[in-house]
């Protein structure tokens, strides 16, 4: 996953842009996580208990993004995202959009960086 982080100093506003297939990570991180240090640690502490616990499923649910943990992968999804089946063949971009996985330690990089860009 490749990604990058932008701040506007004038409005002290940090961006995050990820590549196509991951924007609904870019959104997560930037209007539910944001800058709060405590969110930020809660994710922290459900990567580390993920990587110790593989066999268990973690969750984190945001107001409109929640972010799953099970098994070395980590998947990004948007609330009512879950009825895709019904879901035409000209919604598969817009579900690309609102739904995301990727490996548990690409995704705990990814915090961290992140968690080193803001401060």
């Excluded at 984190?60 to 019904?86: A, K, M, P, R, W």
């Excluded at 971009?93 to 992140?114: H, M, N, P, R, T």
Aim: proline share 1%; charged share 25%.
């Amino acid at each position: 996953m490749e990604y990058e982080f932008t701040r506007n100093i004038f409005l002290g506003e940090y961006y995050v842009r990820c590549e196509m297939g991951y924007e609904v990570v870019a959104r997560w991180l930037q209007e539910e996580i944001g800058t709060s240090g405590d969110k930020i640690s809660q994710i922290k502490q459900l990567v580390q208990l993920a990587q110790q616990n593989p066999n268990q499923r973690y969750q984190y649910i945001g107001q409109e993004i929640s972010v799953f943990f099970e098994s070395e992968e980590v998947q990004v999804q948007e609330h009512g995202t879950g009825l895709t089946e019904d879901l035409e063949e000209d919604f598969c971009l817009y579900e690309s959009e609102s739904q995301s996985s990727c490996g548990l330690v690409d995704f705990a990089k990814f915090i961290d960086s992140w968690l080193e860009f803001i401060a």
